[in-house]
């Protein structure tokens, strides 16, 4: 069993971040780059919401003992594996993972065409994981 104050905390959370992020869509690419406090804010919500993720990933991993986390990606092998999420978006989430780790650890190589693109065409996949754990409530 999960704890569901856990989950619901960090769903408000990630609301919160992705309420922002749907804000920033309206920005095109031009006005997104021309400001530097945009798209680093824009960058840190990313990664805020996809530590969410993990976060509830790795709590519903351990709560329901389904393996254990050696590194990010393990979280959604170790939920797909035990048929929480499917093969789609395992492989969304494991990608999102790897974005995740360019904004903390390359962040002197980040592609701002990147940020750009995921901001305006993958906020859905935030949402369909959201869904899952959501379902938790």
């Known amino acids: 069993m999960v704890r569901r104050e856990v989950i619901h905390k960090r769903l408000r959370h990630l609301d919160r971040y992705l309420h922002i992020l749907q804000n920033a869509q309206k920005y095109t690419f031009e006005q997104f780059i021309a400001d ?9 919500f990313l990664q805020l ?3 969410c993720l993990s976060d509830m990933g790795n709590h519903v991993i351990a709560y329901q003992e389904l393996g254990v986390v050696d590194a990010y990606s393990d979280i ?7 048929g929480r999420i499917g093969i789609e978006l ?6 999102m993972i790897g974005f995740r780790n360019i904004l903390v650890h390359g962040y002197l ?3 701002q ?7 305006t ?12 754990f959501a379902q938790f409530l």
């Open 113 to 119: 065409e990147i940020v750009y693109k995921v901001l």
């Open 121 to 132: 065409e993958n906020l859905q996949d935030i949402q369909s994981l959201r869904a899952v």
């Open 109 to 111: 190589d980040i592609d």
């Open 49 to 51: 919401a996809i530590e």
């Open 36 to 44: 530097p406090e945009r798209y680093g804010s824009v960058e840190r």
């Open 90 to 95: 395992r492989e969304v989430w494991i990608r």
């Open 76 to 82: 959604p092998q170790l939920l797909y594996e035990a």
